[in-house]
T-cell receptor
Framework: KAGVTQTPRYLIKTRGQQVTLSCSPI?????VSWYQQTPGQGLQFLFE???????NKGNFPGRFSGRQFSNSRSEMNVSTLELGDSALYLC????????????FGPGTRLTVL | KQEVTQIPAALSVPEGENLVLNCSFT??????LQWFRQDPGKGLTSLLL?????REQTSGRLNASLDKSSGRSTLYIAASQPGDSATYLC???????????FGEGTQLTVNP
């Protein structure tokens, strides 16, 4: 079955703009989590959605937000982009919230100029 | 706050060698531990997941062990191949909640 898909794969934006990233989980998976990966900070948790509700949020400013739709697809939005937001944004899905393997998508590479 | 450390940060070995990657975590209240592989510029590929009640998991040439009480896990790779070259990450999931806390990874190079 198809894996986790993320669109777009690459994105270039300028400071001050906003961006929306999309994630489609594996069919049947209801939990979607987002992570930011940078060379300096490694992988950091952004938030998790389950059944259209945000269940957990990492230590990121309010410029970072997300949502989940009834078909479990998820989007994350970053407003007022800063240079430091340049990163690989990874989405992961799992069947349930706690016990299952998390499967990651290929990521969206965001570059802020 | 959970902290995950991976040693060594980088490892270079000749093809065919058996090797061990180490992962340690500070809070033993984990639900499970997962090992991932990441190729340059790519996403994460799940290798093995060990539930907190388990001691080890095996998949092909890979074997992962977990000692929850001491806060340690190891990933053993048998008969390494150049295709195993990648960054290996371990991540722990807490008892409550779903966020994974990752180590910084071990960059493995297997030389032909």
């Amino acid at each position: 079955k198809a894996g986790v898909t993320q669109t777009p794969r690459y994105l270039i934006k300028t400071r001050g703009q906003q961006v929306t990233l999309s994630c489609s989980p594996i069919s049947g998976h209801r939990s979607v989590s987002w992570y930011q990966q940078t060379p300096g900070q490694g992988l950091q948790f952004l938030f998790e959605y389950f059944s259209e509700t945000q269940r957990n949020k990492g230590n990121f400013p309010g410029r970072f937000s997300g949502r989940q739709f009834s078909n479990s697809r998820s989007e994350m939005n970053v407003s007022t982009l800063e240079l430091g937001d340049s990163a690989l944004y990874l989405c992961a899905s799992s069947l349930r919230r706690t016990t299952d393997t998390q499967y990651f998508g290929p990521g969206t590479r965001l570059t802020v100029l | 706050k959970q902290e995950v450390t991976q040693i060594p940060a980088a490892l270079s070995v000749p093809e065919g060698e058996n090797l061990v990657l180490n992962c340690s975590f500070t809070d033993s209240a984990i639900y499970n531990l997962q090992w991932f592989r990441q190729d340059p510029g790519k996403g994460l590929t799940s290798l093995l997941l060990i539930q907190s009640s388990q001691r080890e998991q095996t998949s092909g040439r890979l074997n992962a062990s977990l000692d929850k009480s001491s806060g340690r896990s190891t990933l053993y790779i048998a008969a390494s191949q150049p295709g195993d070259s990648a960054t290996y990450l371990c991540a722990v999931r807490p008892v409550s909640g779903s966020r994974l806390t990752f180590g910084e990874g071990t960059q493995l190079t297997v030389n032909p």
